[in-house]
């Protein structure tokens, strides 16, 4: 016998009986999007190499040791499977012209790919949730994006979210910082890990998204970068910041908030979830002005934000949004009714009834008892009863899977307005 063959490790399977819940933050997310505009856009999973190591950056963890890569057998081209998305929307936004028109909202969602230790919320292929305001400079598009994810919160059940949000400024600003914090951790190389003494000299704000305890104190004595931002970067800032007040929104203005691609600029957040024995980032995004113009692009200043769609079904699961079916109605029938229990799904069917018809094994049919436990199993909120009685009389026994109440017969015709009316 052959060896059984599994998953790659730290790429999962998703199950039937996960999918319900997957499809609830899918449809719920989707209907937040399209209430504030965004359109949907599709890109391939795999892109030209060279796209990320100019988007995210040479010296970051992600084209350095996480990124999938391979070459092209038939051409020699070096592709990548996408490690994000943001990227790929850009791309395909220069590439077909859609901002000709002028600014665009845009979503997406699908598998990303990193090469990194699989652990909770963390694996190597996962989803995003993906959102990019292509054009837009203002304030008021990023307090969007954030306030659109609150709504979304909200809409799932979710409770103290805690939002974090910094100005990590323009080119200028940056470079100075840069400066002074490379002079700051060479007069305290002797307390670097190996991570900040690699990035000292090529990334030294990735230093301060440390997760290392024992660089902490060190981290927070650094120069800060609010203090070489320049007055237009302060103004935006600002902007944002009234706009959250003005929303409700609680937030932290936390100074060692930086995101992990070069591509950032101005505005950067986070949101953070805690269960009961984890804490994760479960969407992060901000402004990256220069992107389009450094991908090929006419100028556009624009602000996007991913969602991590495993570490927001963690969260899901534990906090359950209730009872989430995966049908409107299973149909049980008596021993020789195979086939009109078939044909009377597919009418249900017709009428825009999600149906799962029982099935048979090897050509008989279980018991009522054995069926209506199936059926209440199956998560559908009702059950048609078929039987000879109601064969004969034309009709169909309708009991509610859910709510309880006495079973009754009723028309077909009628099946479809009493289901909707629970």
Known sequence: MSKTLQAVRGMNDLLPHDAPLWQF?????????EQYGYRLMRTPIVEPTPL??????????????????????????????????????????IEHNILYEGPKR???????????????????????????????????????????LSRLWKKLGFKDIELHVNSIGDTDA????????????????????????????????????????????????????????GQAERTHFEGLKQRLDAAGLKFTVNPRLVRGFDYYNRTVFEFVAKGRDWELTIAGGGRYDGLVEQLGGKPAASCGFGMGVERVIMLLQENPPGQLESSDVYVVYADGLEQHAFNVAEQLR?????????????????????????????????????????????????????EGGEQQKLPLNDVALTIAKH
């Open 52 to 93: 990320f190591v100019r988007s995210i950056g040479e010296v970051t963890d992600i084209v350095e040791k996480e990124m999938y890569s391979f070459e092209d057998a038939m051409n020699g081209e070096k592709l990548t499977l996408r490690p994000e998305a943001t990227a790929g929307l850009v791309r395909a936004a």
């Open 25 to 33: 933050l899918e449809d719920t997310t989707r209907e937040v999007f």
């Open 350 to 402: 017709d009428r825009k009834l999600s149906v799962a018809l029982h099935g048979s094994t090897d050509g008989k049919t279980s018991s009522f008892k054995s069926q209506m436990k199936k059926a209440d199993a199956s998560g559908a909120r009702f059950a048609i009863i078929l039987g000879p009685d109601e064969v004969s009389a034309g009709l169909l026994s309708v009991k509610n899977l859910r």
């Open 174 to 229: 940056r470079k100075a910082h840069r400066e002074a914090l490379v002079g700051y951790f060479e007069a305290h190389a002797g307390e670097l890990d190996e991570d900040a003494k690699r990035r000292l000299y090529t990334n030294p704000l990735r230093t301060l998204d440390t997760k290392n305890p024992k660089m902490l104190a060190l981290v927070d004595g650094a120069p800060r970068l609010a203090d070489y931002l």
């Open 106 to 148: 845009v979503w997406t969602w699908g598998p990303m790919f990193r090469h990194e230790r699989p652990q909770k919320g963390r694996y190597r292929q996962f989803h995003q949730f993906d959102v990019e305001a292509l054009g837009f400079a203002g304030p008021d598009v990023d307090a969007e994006q954030i306030i659109m």
